[in-house]
């Protein structure tokens, strides 16, 4: 499931000046892998992530999954907002369901087992104002996980969420991913969470957008915070980040 | 001292409202008998000592020996079952419609441009203004009286459905392209939920407006129905039999708003809202 990006660029025109967000985006995402895009904020990381769902197509260059262009959102291109954005009338098992039959068995059986991945047995039948945020965020994914993705595209999933509830689904999601083998792009301003997840991280800087840098992260799962390679992988992280804000100072007004 | 006390009274007050819930469940409703009860019982004893004469407010044991009267002889039935038909028959008619036409003009904003500046200026035209026409047009029998209450319980669906597509989460659209919602999935499983609480809200309103209409257009010239029965009441000054119409036209309205607010509850209940 290669995801091939190539994005000339993408730009807004507001009150007739053309404001550039994206420029020159090259990435190519190999079956299985686990991307974490990772930038200041306003350097455009939530739209690159919107282009490769196809909910964002008016911009200069093109998007392939497989050898096969994106023209429009599909199940294939599996997302989660950063708000669960579940159907407030429905409830848990039939918000996984959706569009799908809860009768049919062979649906029924996928999503009873999936409730099970995502750790939510016994609020089969609860609806989402009885669910705290971070179980709200694991039915979203359950729902995005039940089409099978070829690609699950994740724009700062945890962001809104205490750390314990964000460090539980991160295992979740790692869980997932080792499971499912679906291939993960997942945007986000935390380091830590980027290190943490990816096996490949792209650090973006801002206006435009470009990507600044690729890093490989060659970490064992299950990984640890604590251990030395960890903080070193961050530090060298936090040390290109901050290379992108200089190089923001720098270019932007003069100072 | 203080502060142990205080600490000590807290558990005492939260086992009291668990215990008070159920409760308050349970009999909430009865305490909007209370003041019906006492405004009876008063008019009871006045009426009683002869300080107002009986062709002005005739007691309520009157009224309810005059019920007695109208439902033994089967007056009353034949003038209901007439009157709810018309009613039921207009507002079938007029609530349909609105739904109808509602939901074409939130979805397409063609449509919308199209029809609304003409269906906001008839909106604004009052019942009684339009009545004589109807009579003109259509005369003094059913298909008038239809008409009108059709007309009054046209409005409230039309705008609450209209409304209530607009007012759907951009979002959840967004969600449904994401699932891939084929056109009618979409209207089914994100529009009409989402529009769902507008549209029972103008299907209550519009209850209440369809028997306002049925008064109206009873009043002005029937030969039946609760709101002839009163008219002709009127004539030989029989005001029990007034009040008595009048109270038919009360207990029915509100039977038919509890039905629609037990559906609320039905439909709703994924809702999460303030409860007073």
Redesign the interface.
């Known amino acids: 499931m290669a995801v091939t990006i190539s994005i000339k660029e993408k730009a807004f025109v507001q009150e007739g000046r053309k404001n550039t967000v994206l420029e020159n985006i090259e990435l190519s995402i190999a079956p299985g892998e686990f991307l974490t895009l990772i930038g200041p904020s306003g350097c455009g990381k939530s739209t690159l992530l919107k282009i490769i769902a196809g909910l964002d197509s008016e911009y200069d260059g093109s998007v392939e999954i497989n050898g096969r262009s994106v023209t429009a959102p599909g199940i294939q291109q599996g997302f989660i907002f950063q708000e669960h954005r579940l159907f407030p009338w429905l409830t848990v098992e039939q918000n996984i369901a959706a569009d799908l039959n809860l009768k049919d068995p062979k649906v029924k059986q996928k999503v009873d087992e999936l409730i099970e991945i995502v750790r939510l047995k016994g609020s089969e039948k609860a609806y989402p104002r009885e669910l705290s945020g971070g179980m709200s965020q694991r039915v979203a994914i359950a729902r995005a996980l039940l089409r099978e993705p070829e690609v699950l595209l994740l724009d700062e999933p945890f962001g809104a969420l205490d750390a314990f509830t964000r460090k539980h689904l991160q295992d979740v999601l790692l869980d997932i991913w080792r499971k499912k083998k679906t291939t993960m792009i997942l945007v986000t301003h935390d380091i830590d969470e980027s290190v943490y997840l990816g096996n490949e991280l792209a650090i973006l800087k801002a206006k435009p957008g470009k990507i600044h840098k690729l890093m490989p992260i060659h970490l064992a799962y299950p990984r640890n915070r604590t251990t030395p390679d960890f903080q070193a992988i961050r530090q060298r992280v936090l040390s290109e980040f901050e290379k992108t804000e200089d190089l923001e100072y720098a270019e932007g007004s003069g100072i | 001292m203080m502060k142990a006390e205080a600490a000590g009274s807290l558990p005492k007050t939260n086992a009291e409202a668990v215990r008070k819930k159920p409760g308050r469940k349970r009999y909430g409703w009865m305490k909007g008998l209370l003041l019906p009860a006492v405004i009876i019982a008063i008019w009871q004893v006045i009426g009683g000592l002869g300080v107002v004469s009986a062709t002005v407010l005739p007691t309520p044991v009157t009224i309810v020996l005059t019920f007695k009267e109208l439902i033994l002889s089967g007056e009353l039935f034949g003038h209901l079952q007439i009157s709810i038909y018309r009613a039921a028959l207009g507002f079938l008619l007029g609530a349909g419609l609105g739904l109808m036409i509602g939901i074409l003009a939130g979805f397409s904003k063609r449509t919308e441009l199209y029809l609304d500046p003409s269906l906001q200026m008839l909106r604004t035209v009052p019942h009684l203004a339009v009545t004589p026409l109807f009579i003109l047009w259509f005369g003094f029998d059913e298909v008038s009286k239809i008409l009108l209450i059709a007309l009054g319980a046209f409005f409230p669906v039309y705008i609450n459905t209209f409304n209530g597509i607009r007012g759907v989460d951009a979002?959840?659209f967004?969600?449904a392209?994401?699932?891939?919602?084929?056109w009618h999935?979409q209207i089914s499983?994100?529009i009409l939920?989402?529009a769902?609480p507008n549209i029972l809200l103008g299907i209550r309103l519009s209850l209440g407006i369809a028997w306002l209409g049925l008064v109206v257009a009873e009043l002005m010239g029937s030969s039946s129905g609760v709101g002839y029965m009163i008219m002709d009441a009127r004539q030989f000054s029989q005001t029990n039999k007034v009040f008595a119409g009048i109270i038919i036209f009360a207990v029915v309205g509100k039977l038919t708003d509890s039905f629609v607010r037990l559906l609320e509850r039905k439909l709703l209940?994924?809702?999460?809202s303030y409860e007073g």
């Open positions: 979002k959840l967004e969600v392209r994401v699932l891939e919602f084929k999935q499983k994100v939920p989402a769902l209940k994924w809702r999460n």
